[in-house]
């Protein structure tokens, strides 16, 4: 049985991934995709889209996810969409060229400008984007802040528009963060993971511990109003108190936001090979639980509530309004190699070489490989499965009868909140947060 | 070469009984029958030379079972011995353990029979147990050692070993390859010499023994029979004995090897009618034939009904195929007078059929044929054996199904016993005198049949055997011994139910009957393989062993803490809801007991005894 940090070890077959990026940044996952993109029907060659997508886009919110598929080592554990330095140099030339970090940030505005065109005289400003890899910190902060600009002049950012990046706390310092923060980003999330060497060491992470904690202070110093850590719990080795001990870390940095999740071992990543040949024991599942619950009691008692299954703030201005987007059905644009796009119940995704993103976009085509129009049944088990999640539930009403009598049913178990039932809301317990997928399969009957 | 020939040798109907010889050829599989049978059809050019090809008769076996023509169970052959043509036919026997019955009436068509024994090898106890049979129908016995030509081959030892066997001198034991084709024909010329002649009333009333019946999807089925006294001809109206059922004679012919007209079979012939029935147990094995006028009064001895004694409850794994396994059941009957099944309801498997067989091969060859030619999945319950019960209100239950056994005051519970015949070298005599012990066995006697192999007899419960007893006895034995059982009667045992409780409910699938002193140990590897199988639920699962209300055994699932991926965003979504689809279709072949969710696997997993099917002793080509 393949290893497994969650429930989904029995369930043969496709899986969704989920591990944190390889970068140093942050964990999000945003347009990030996983090592083998969907099945899906083709993209026109200009990325048009069905009308329809477009009916009643004005009352959705609008984003943009900016991918930036680089990092300068990859880690044990990484099978996300980023390539080392190493790896772009074995292409042939030409793809060499095109797959450069040099004029990488060229061509992502590329793809903001046949965004403007896709969507055409939609008016919406765009009101959060959000910079994940990789590590978009590799690239100069002005490549960031171009991008940033070219989404500006093309959309226009609303007033209180959430800008946020992943960083490696390897990567910056004060003054790139300054560089930042004055080229309108206002949210920076690094990847701190844990707090132990030896689980860095696992985690084939390069940085000392002490510098994330470090980097709060210095972005907090340059201005940033939200701070995000992403960490990591169930790394082979890690061991409750040292988990702890990163959560003490973590919060002793003063974020506005906390991150934290289970390690999942995937197929074809270096530290599956190395778990395969017995170098190093996997975690048991329940250990994941354990920690889980660690983590919410630790957190809870340093003032921070949780919102979503893997996610903490300390107000709901801390909350990240990029990620909250995706949960609820909103509207946003996934440039770069890879990234996931959603405009009015289409999914599409793009291509996941950076040459071949290039090449498309200088060919002024869709870098776009493939998309799938929801049905209205899709529609809503994906609320379900998404809403769910979230600390406010999702509406009964969104359930079939069987599903509905699931839900009484999870009430009993003590998985589902009974107040929140009786007020006509799904909202889990912290049991049901554990159990949130056996939940779901249920529920959408 | 032989100046007899298909076109001038004796026509059936026209042939004096003097110069007919009936034999047949019993041995193991794999000991050279089918290649033995080839060289017989060259030698007689009954197939000519461009025609033949490799197992002839086997491989109109296989097209018989796609429908295209019927086997051979008897082939005519043209002989000629001291400048007389003669006819032998060669019969085929069943080649299996749980065929004993069929074999007896191959074998009572017969005069005499060919001793097929590998050189490298030895007598097999299933051999063995067909030498007997052939003994006590009063056989004449031609030894022979084949393969002689490996390497490998021990013929001073093997002829030896049947010499002991059979009473006869080790010099009579002939030696030939099948293969090269050495001695081949002195062996026909032995049949010649050595096989009596058929004797029977050639001018009474028609009397034929039916000892095979095949049923063809073109032709309907395909009676073979051998005439004991008088004659059928084409055209008449003949009677089955057994149930006064006439028919009309729509074809009467003998096989050289392809079925071949004729005007009829006379006394001491073999060959095959046709009457248009649908449905070999209109024209069972074993019944007389006789003719509507004139007729018999008296039937040949020996018929039986075949009695089904191993049972198992076959379900499609996916609900709806219910009505195809009726079918392919229906269809596999046609050619099976033994099969036996009636519907069948499981809370935990749904609806399917209790099935019936004569022994375990019998059942994995149903089985097999169910998956592979009709391409059916299906689960199978463990298989068990009948059991009567007699209550202390002398009420009798028979049962045939574990979760069937009646409750309240039992005053006898009887099981079905058999004789066993195990062939095993000498250095193995004290593994399996334990494991027959362990199983409940009484030893009847020993021989040996060579310096160092030795044939011990066992009384064993069925039920014993039924259970995993091949497997113990090939690891046992490293794979060297032999197998074969005959039913012999029923005793009293001091037998138990035991219930398998998930969650407090009883998964009926999983209900056994066992001896008293084995019922705990039973209790015990079920809960544990169980636990192994059954996935983590929501909540804790407690299994269970029980005899009635007592608790012999207990294990725990504990319950699933974590089913949540951590991260879910926008990259995630489609695969998530992809994934969410294919698990809600594995769902569905989960298997629901009250509130436990149990997959298949589990159950496909917990119900195969530790064994892959019988082995050695009993795998044949039938």
């Known amino acids: 049985m393949r290893p497994c940090a969650t429930g989904h070890s029995r369930t043969p077959g496709a899986r969704p991934r989920g591990l944190p990026s390889a970068s140093g940044g942050a964990v999000r996952d945003n347009g990030r995709m996983p090592s083998a993109l969907p099945d899906g029907e083709a993209v026109p060659e200009d990325g048009s889209l069905p009308p329809e997508a477009l009916d009643g886009a004005a009352g959705r919110p609008l984003g943009f996810y900016l991918h930036v598929p680089y990092c300068a080592t990859r880690c044990g554990y990484c099978d996300f969409n980023t390539y080392t330095a190493a790896e772009l140099r074995r292409g042939s030339g030409r793809e060499v060229t095109l797959a450069s970090r040099d004029t990488y940030a060229a061509n992502l505005v590329e793809e903001v400008r046949l965004a403007r065109k896709v969507l055409g005289d939609d008016p919406r400003p765009v009101r959060t984007v959000f910079v994940g890899g990789g590590t978009p910190t590799l690239l100069p902060a002005a490549d960031l802040v171009r991008m940033l600009s070219a989404i500006r002049e093309e959309f226009g950012l609303a007033d209180d528009a959430e800008v946020t990046t992943e960083a490696n706390p390897d990567s910056v310092d004060p003054a790139y963060l300054a560089a930042l923060r004055e080229g309108g980003f206002n949210r920076v999330s690094f990847g701190m993971q844990s707090a132990r060497p030896h689980v860095l060491k696992v985690l084939d992470r390069t940085h000392t511990p002490g510098r994330p904690e470090a980097c709060v202070a210095e972005a907090q110093a340059a201005g940033f109003d939200h701070v995000n850590l992403d960490l990591i719990y169930g790394t082979p080795g890690e061991s409750d108190d040292d988990w702890r001990a990163t959560l003490d870390a973590a919060l002793g940095a003063g974020p506005d936001h906390i991150s934290a999740y289970s390690l999942i071992v995937e197929e074809g990543t270096g530290l599956a090979r190395r778990i395969r040949r017995g170098e190093i024991a996997p975690t048991d599942e329940d250990q994941h639980a354990d920690r889980y619950l660690i983590a919410e009691e630790a957190l809870t008692a340093a003032g921070f509530s949780w919102y979503e299954v893997s996610n903490w703030a300390t107000t709901d201005a801390g909350r990240c309004r990029h990620n909250d987007l995706y949960w609820r059905g909103a509207d946003w644009w996934g440039a770069g190699p890879g990234a996931h796009s959603h405009v009015g119940g289409v999914r599409w995704w793009n291509g996941k070489h950076p040459a071949a993103y290039a090449a498309a976009l200088n060919g002024g085509r869709s870098p776009g490989v493939g998309r799938e129009v929801l049905s209205a049944e899709d529609r809503r088990v994906e609320r379900v499965m998404l809403e769910l999640r979230l600390s406010d539930g999702c509406p009964l009403e969104l359930l079939a009868p069987a599903g509905a009598a699931v839900a009484a049913r999870a009430v009993t178990d003590g998985l589902l909140d009974p107040a929140a039932h009786a007020a006509g809301r799904a909202v889990l317990t912290l049991r049901g947060r554990l159990l949130a997928d056996a939940l779901v399969r249920d529920m959408v009957d | ?622």
Not at chain 2, 64 to 71: F, L, N, S, V
Not at chain 2, 209 to 221: N, P, Q, T
Not at chain 2, 413 to 431: C, D, K, M, N, Q
């Open chain 2, 1 to 622: 070469m032989p100046a007899t020939t298909l076109s001038n040798a004796p026509e059936p109907s026209r042939t004096d009984p003097a110069v007919i010889r009936n034999f047949c050829i019993i041995a193991h599989i794999d000991h050279g029958k089918s290649t033995l049978a080839d060289r017989m059809l060259q030698l007689t050019e009954v197939v000519e030379q461009r025609q033949m090809r490799a197992q002839y008769l086997d491989r109109m076996d296989i097209e018989r079972e796609r429908g295209i023509t019927i086997k051979s169970q008897a082939v005519r052959l043209p002989w000629d011995h001291d400048d007389t043509s003669h006819i032998l036919n060669m019969i085929d026997t069943p080649g299996h353990v749980d065929f004993t019955y069929e074999v007896s009436r191959s074998l009572a068509a017969c005069e005499g029979c060919v001793l097929l024994v590998d050189a490298a090898q030895g007598i097999e106890a299933q051999t063995l147990a067909n030498l007997y049979l052939a003994m006590e129908n009063d056989l004449t016995i031609i030894p022979v050692l084949n393969k002689i030509d490996l390497p490998a081959a021990q013929p001073e030892k093997f002829a030896a070993e049947l010499a002991h066997l059979i009473g006869c001198e080790p010099e009579d034991v002939l030696r030939v390859s099948a293969k090269t084709g050495e001695g081949v024909a002195e062996l026909l010329d032995e049949v010649v010499r050595k096989v009596p002649a058929p004797t029977g009333d050639a001018d009474g009333p028609a009397r034929a023994m039916i000892f095979d019946s095949v049923y063809d999807s073109y032709r309907g089925v395909v009676t073979y029979v051998k005439v004991v006294d008088g004659r059928l001809g084409k055209r008449e109206r003949i009677q089955m004995m057994s149930s006064g059922a006439t028919h009309e004679l729509l074809e009467i012919g003998a096989n050289s090897p392809e079925m071949k007209a004729a005007d009829g079979l006379a006394v001491g012939e073999v060959g095959y009618l046709i009457t248009g029935v649908k449905d070999v147990r209109q024209s069972r094995v074993g019944d007389t034939i006789t003719l509507l006028k004139n007729g018999a009064t008296e039937a040949l001895g020996g018929y039986k009904d075949p009695k089904p004694m191993v049972f198992s409850g076959l379900y499609p794994l996916d609900g709806s195929d219910y009505p195809d396994l009726r079918e392919a059941l229906d269809k596999l009957q046609l050619n099976d007078a033994a099969l036996v099944y009636e519907p069948e309801t499981s809370a935990a498997l749904g609806f399917g059929f209790r099935v019936g067989f004569l022994g375990l091969l019998h059942l994995e060859v149903v089985r097999e044929r169910l998956e592979r030619e009709f391409g059916l999945d299906l689960i199978a319950t463990a298989p068990n054996v009948v059991y009567g019960v007699t209550m202390e209100d002398r009420t009798e239950h028979t049962v045939t199904n574990p979760s069937e056994f009646p409750t309240g005051k039992i005053a006898e519970v009887r099981e079905p016993v058999v004789r066993a015949t195990l062939i095993a070298p000498s250095e193995f005599i004290g593994a399996i005198m334990e494991l027959c012990q362990t199983r409940r066995g009484t030893m009847n006697g020993m021989d040996y049949l060579s310096e160092d192999r030795v044939e011990l007899r066992y009384s064993l419960p069925l039920a014993e055997i039924v259970f995993d007893f091949f497997d113990a006895l090939k690891s046992k034995t490293r794979g060297y011994a032999s197998l074969d059982y005959e039913p012999t009667g029923e005793q009293s045992a001091d037998l138990v139910k035991v219930d398998i409780l998930l969650h407090g409910d009883k998964v009926d699938a999983f209900s056994a009957i066992v001896h008293k002193d084995k019922a705990y140990a039973y209790g015990v590897r079920m809960a544990g393989k169980l636990r192994e199988l059954i996935p983590r639920q929501q909540f804790e699962v407690p299994i269970q062993a029980a005899v009635g209300s007592r608790v012999i055994a207990r294990e725990t699932v504990r319950a699933i803490r974590k089913d949540v991926l951590s991260k879910c965003y926008g990259g995630d979504i489609s695969r998530k809801r992809k994934l969410l689809e294919k698990q809600k279709e594995g769902k569905k072949r989960m298997k629901v007991v009250g509130r436990v969710e149990v997959p298949q696997e589990a159950f496909i997993a917990a119900l195969s005894s530790d064994s892959d099917g019988p082995a050695d002793g009993g795998k044949a080509k039938k």
